[in-house]
């Protein structure tokens, strides 16, 4: 079943060169009605400003699409 979730009422995380909304539980954010969908854990809407980014860092059995 797909289930509407509007971007008001997403979790956002602001941590100024970086800012996120998460659509499932993630971090600090929980939500029991919004843990996953199938075996999607995680959806997230990213910003990241200019000259900005994450470090080298490991990821086992994730895919990452941009």
């Known amino acids: 079943m797909l289930k509407k979730i509007n971007s008001g009422d997403l979790s956002v995380a602001d941590e100024g060169w ?5 659509h ?3 971090e600090d954010f929980r939500s029991p009605n919004r843990d996953q969908f ?3 854990h995680l959806l997230n809407e990213d910003i990241i400003h200019s000259g900005k980014g994450y470090d080298t860092h490991p990821h086992e059995e ?4 941009s």
Request: glycine fraction near 6%.
């Open 18 to 22: 970086h800012v996120c909304k998460f």
């Open 24 to 26: 499932f539980t993630f």
């Open 38 to 40: 199938g075996a999607l």
């Open 62 to 65: 994730v895919e990452i699409v």
